[in-house]
């Protein structure tokens, strides 16, 4: 009789303890999810980040737990631009970009489809082409596919991406070239009719420069006045420790905010590394292999110093309070990115350089731009 009373005492405490540790991590997850980015700005603006095939694939388990866990957007890196999805006339692979949704859907994530209609990393097929029925045909056919197979699974699209020069005059795109100067605002028609209820968005970089940013504002207010539906502009946010400057951005946000729309930073990563002086904005087509190997301009290849940690900390948190300060304007924030060590900005403007633009290292550990961002007060509105 005492033998089973002692056994029954003992799996009482057993069942007890298991009971205890397994609500012990049931807090401990709670705890951290209330600790992540995107529940710290949660009733601010989306916070996102964009995602490349080996998260989307399950091939870095890591990365997607940090991109579930801190993150209530994403948009994908590649898996939707044209050269990807249709390399072919009338060829599409789904295999990356369903995975892509799916995991948007699975989490309940505000979810970007990028980009459309692009000048670059577009499918040779498309470049080669030099009248306007075949183009119109090949454009009709991509945006009628994707956002019909993707409608009401993707939040919103990146409708038509960096259409404008420096000084404000239009890309001469193959797009632009075969179907004129209103092909922009015939592409979001065209997207408005099949997906009524996505965000349409404009996306492009330096629009802290004047001449740039006005053109898309004057495109923003055409449309308007013409009853075209444009939800949003994406506001790339490559920038470095010093350019643009906070005031700079600020005009950004006031500016479009006039024209009754909401701003996006769609791709915001800070550089670290010197850039040649004559490079413009992110342009991807631009060329400075002569730099390559350069330890000038490869200063930190095993490691970022400490004052360089804290210096992009500052910068990020400059930049945050200033979205905080403005977050009725702003709908979303996306890093471009997930860790350093998938960062774009390794292999460009200059390839073979290691670059730290990101909250996370390329062992996946928080840095300390991260938690200066936890620590803000985000009750200033």
């Known amino acids: ?13 057993f069942c007890g303890i298991v009971c ?3 609500c012990n991590n049931i807090l401990s997850e709670k705890s951290n999810k209330s600790r992540s980015l995107s529940n710290h700005f949660k009733n601010h603006f989306h916070l996102g980040a964009a995602i ?10 890591k ?10 957007s994403i948009t994908p890196e590649n898996s939707l631009k044209w050269m990807f999805i249709q390399p072919l006339p009338g060829k599409f692979d789904f295999k990356v970009s369903d995975k892509y949704v799916n995991i948007g859907s699975k989490n309940d994530m505000y979810t970007v489809g990028h980009a459309l209609i692009w000048h670059a990393q577009l499918a040779e097929f498309m470049q080669n082409i030099d009248n306007k029925e075949e183009t119109l045909f090949h454009v009709k056919n991509h945006i009628n596919t994707l956002m019909n197979r993707y409608k009401g699974k993707i939040d919103a699209w990146d409708v038509v991406n960096e259409a404008f020069e420096e000084d404000g005059s239009f890309r001469e795109s193959v797009f632009y070239k075969n179907l004129g100067q209103n092909y922009i605002e015939d592409v979001f028609v065209l997207a408005a009719k099949v997906d009524p209820e996505a965000d349409l968005i404009y996306n492009d970089y330096n629009l802290y420069k004047r001449e740039k940013r006005l053109a898309v504002i004057n495109m923003v207010n055409k449309f308007k006045a013409n009853g075209i539906k444009i939800d949003g502009v994406g506001v ?5 420790l010093n350019t643009p400057s906070i005031n700079e951005i600020e005009n950004i946000i006031l500016d479009f905010h006039e024209t009754g729309i909401l701003v996006s930073f769609t791709e915001l990563d800070i550089s670290v590394l010197p850039n040649p002086w004559e490079m413009v904005g992110a342009e991807v087509n631009q060329n400075f292999s002569k730099f390559e190997g350069d330890p000038k301009m490869n200063p930190y290849p095993n490691e970022l110093p400490n004052n360089i940690q804290d210096k992009l900390a500052k910068r990020y948190e400059d930049i945050f309070k200033l979205f905080l300060k403005h977050s009725d304007k702003i709908d979303r924030v996306t890093f471009w990115g997930v860790i350093d060590k998938y960062s774009w900005l390794n292999d460009w403007p200059i390839k073979g350089r290691t670059n730290y633009p990101l909250l996370f290292d390329k ?19």
């Open 63 to 72: 990365s997607k737990e940090i991109v579930v866990s801190e993150f209530n």
């Open 1 to 13: 009789m005492n033998k089973k009373l002692n056994d029954v005492v003992f799996l009482f405490l």
């Open 363 to 381: 062992d996946y550990k928080s840095k300390k731009a991260y938690y200066k961002l936890l620590e803000l007060k985000t009750n200033q509105n």
């Open 52 to 61: 490349n095939e080996n998260t989307i694939l399950g091939n870095d388990n």
């Open 236 to 240: 790339q946010a490559h920038w470095d």
């Open 20 to 22: 205890l540790i397994g």
